[in-house]
């Protein structure tokens, strides 16, 4: 029994360390003085005096400050508008009644199987003929629906008991009521699993913020980090990508670091896969 | 007295910007342009067009970073698509055909026409080499604007210390492969290709010329010549230099990898193009040198980098605007400046009669090297779709250089993959007969 936990933990130990690998190697590439590649560019031990040089060029290299707050723009500007959206729409398909209320759900899915680039150029059309293009709002406008999150939240909605709702029903309350003091706190595992995977998604997404953005103003993350990772013809500046990359996903490792709990709480609750 | 002078102020300011916005509008244009080299190019070329904006008052260019090649691609064709086409792209010169038979860009030849000049006259300060991917079907549709083409780059010091002489690189495959079994020991590999999609696709097309062969039609944008004895040579020499003569490392490596394992001495030998010279200048720690690449039938590289092209939809004023921003960028003083500081050869002639450039060149004997071998330089493989084109021999190739195929099969299959790709476009034309 106690042999095969330890066997267990080992395993799981390796496993953790695998994928962690890439992690790892961004992190002591980052602080590696060398920035082009000397001999020891592959190795994860950091046999060197660590340098901030990287980041330091980083910073010259791109304005991050202004990327910062582009992505944080759109990723929690989509988010906001989503939460609004799929609460309603989530709800409608779980508790109205309505004709062709399961055929129309089925159609929103089919949303799931489009390809995003297959979208690019009726979206940005659309994007453009609103009077958006270029701006920040034009790369958040697509998604402030979303069909996975509606599906989420008409699953989650009709796991509550309709025994909550009808109390408040009798009470004299209305939908909206019911749907923001009953349903929306019961609900709020599922809307934080959700949050998170929309967050992730839409602060690393990189070809629809290319294609809409023009004004190296409104310039977010991804495209800014693309400009110094993309050299293909020259050399790579490993140390320079590394700390770029680390400058990117810093935020994200932060919030899941502070709110991993209620992360993993949420998943086990609305049985999602991570 | 204050508040008179401050009125007065703003009084003149406000007639100057109804002055302004009545008498002379300005001309808001966008500018795509990828970054194929390095990052700090991005902050360059921002750098650049904010000088041009305070240079002049009837232009307002955005410069707008646009990821690699491929992406700046689908970025233009997407915005043109949506009405919003963006006045000036820096395109792969490659590309241009393929853009062109799509309607995407515009011929150039009106504006030239309207500046009381013509192709030949433009042409003829641009390296000969150069021509032949600006021009598509008689008409001018780009501006070279960052050159390039492939270059052998060499440890000294590796070559010393086998006893080589590191002021005579490798002239012919034969040689070269001589000097790289001498240089491959524990842990070093005497050569290295980038095996990288569109590296080893280009870099396979210097093969194939350096072996005798064309490689594509550069008069029609329906043929390549991929199963010929001149690509089988070239593919059967890279199957070689890993298996045979065992002096290459066994996998698919991007340029990146094959330049930090060249910085880190891992590698004594590489193909790689003059655009990474001014990195491998900055962050070699050995001595190195660079030669011509080596021949086995005669000298003979094709072009890289990227043209300036303008797509289609703009209106009269954007278009005036865009040209007269081309021309700007193009001219032998800023193509000079951006030539030494990308490591890109500059495409205009004249720009190396300028100070400037002649205190460079004395100075960077090596960038002398990838001028001396342009009079054997020719143009980049562009057909009908040339990227999936492209990728037919790159998929092959890979396949070869992870032990996966031979090349006598690899050529075979790529031929047949690109045909079908070539096909819809040959039947609208060679095979379209009466």
């Known amino acids: 029994m106690k042999k095969t936990s330890l066997t267990i933990t080992g395993l799981m130990l390796v496993v953790a360390f695998l994928w962690s690998t890439p992690f790892l190697w961004t992190l002591v590439a980052s602080f590696r003085p060398d920035n082009a590649g000397g001999i020891n560019m592959a190795s994860l031990v950091p046999d060197y005096v660590p340098t901030l040089a990287n980041f330091k060029e980083a910073f010259e290299s791109g304005d991050f400050v202004l990327y910062y707050l582009n992505t944080a723009i759109v990723a929690f500007g989509i988010l906001a508008a989503q939460i609004v959206t799929i609460s309603l729409a ?108 929309s967050l992730i998604a839409h602060w690393n997404e990189f070809l629809w913020p290319l294609m809409v953005l023009n004004d190296p103003k409104n310039q977010t993350l991804t495209v800014g980090l693309a400009s110094f990772a993309m050299g293909t013809e020259g050399g790579k500046e490993w140390g320079l990508l590394a700390a770029g990359t680390l400058l990117v996903m810093f935020p994200l490792l932060a919030l899941f670091a502070a709110f991993q709990r209620q992360f993993v709480d949420s998943f086990m609750f609305s049985g999602l896969k991570g | 007295m204050r508040w008179i002078s401050l009125l007065t102020a703003s009084a003149v300011a406000l007639t100057s910007t109804l002055m302004g916005t009545s008498t002379m509008a300005q001309t808001k244009i966008d500018f795509f342009f990828p970054v194929p080299v390095d990052g700090k190019l991005a902050k360059e070329l921002q750098r650049l067009t904010k000088v041009y904006n305070d240079s002049q008052k009837d232009v307002a260019v955005t410069p707008v970073y646009s990821g690699n090649y491929d992406d700046t691609k689908l970025k233009a064709q997407a915005a043109a698509a949506a009405g919003k086409p963006p006045a000036v792209a820096l395109m792969s010169a490659n590309y241009l055909l393929d853009l062109k038979l799509s309607g995407d860009i515009i011929s150039l030849e009106p504006m030239l026409k309207a500046d009381g000049t013509t192709r030949e006259k433009l042409l003829s300060d641009f390296w000969p080499a150069l021509h032949g991917n600006a021009i598509v079907d008689g008409d001018l549709y780009g501006i070279p604007y960052q050159n390039s083409t492939p270059l052998l780059y060499y440890n000294k010091d590796h070559f010393k210390e086998v006893g080589l002489d590191p002021e005579k690189p490798p002239q012919t495959w034969a040689e070269l492969v001589d000097d790289a079994k001498k240089l491959t020991k524990e842990g070093r590999y005497g050569f290295q290709l980038a095996g990288g999609y569109d590296y080893i696709g280009w870099l396979m097309q210097t093969l194939v010329m350096t072996n005798g062969g064309r490689f594509y039609n550069e008069e029609y944008g329906g043929e390549v010549y991929y199963d010929t004895a001149s690509t089988l040579g070239a593919a059967q020499f890279v199957e070689d230099l890993i298996f045979k003569h065992k002096v290459m490392q066994q996998g698919v490596l991007d340029g990146g990898a094959v330049s930090s394992n060249f910085l880190a001495g891992k590698v004594s030998m590489m193909l790689l193009s003059t655009g990474g010279l001014s990195f491998i200048r900055e962050n070699m720690k050995m001595a190195y040198g660079v030669g011509f690449v080596p021949k086995n ?55 190396y009669d300028m100070p400037e450039m002649k205190e460079f060149m004395s100075k960077n004997p090596d960038a002398k090297v990838a001028l001396d071998q342009l009079p054997y330089a020719k143009p980049w493989t562009a057909t009908y779709q040339t990227v999936a084109v492209r990728k037919a021999l790159d998929d092959e190739m890979q396949a070869v250089l992870s032990g996966k195929k031979k090349a006598a099969q690899a050529v075979k299959d790529a031929q047949k993959n690109a045909d079908a790709l070539l096909k819809p476009y040959v039947d609208q034309t060679a095979m379209k007969l009466p």
């Open chain 2, 297 to 351: 039938v005669r000298n003979a590289v094709p072009i890289g980098g990227g043209s300036l092209v303008m797509f289609k939809g703009l209106n009269d004023e954007q278009k005036q605007a865009g040209w007269k921003f081309i021309k700007w960028l193009s001219s032998a003083e800023t193509l000079g400046g951006w030539s030494r500081y990308t490591g890109y050869f500059a495409p205009r002639i004249s720009s």
């Open chain 1, 90 to 197: 989530g709800y409608a398909f779980a508790r109205l009644n309505f004709p062709g209320r399961e055929f129309l759900f089925y159609v929103f899915l089919l949303q799931l199987m489009l390809v995003p680039p297959v979208l690019i150029v009726p979206n940005l059309r659309m994007v453009v003929d609103l009077g958006l293009y270029g701006s920040l709002l034009g790369v958040m406008l697509p998604y402030f629906a979303s069909a996975f999150g509606t599906f989420l939240m008409r699953q989650t909605f009709r796991q509550i008991p309709r025994d909550f709702e009808e109390a408040a029903i009798i009470d004299g309350a209305h939908w909206w009521q019911v749907l923001w003091h009953v349903l929306l706190p019961m609900a709020k595992p599922g809307l934080v699993a959700f949050s998170l995977v």
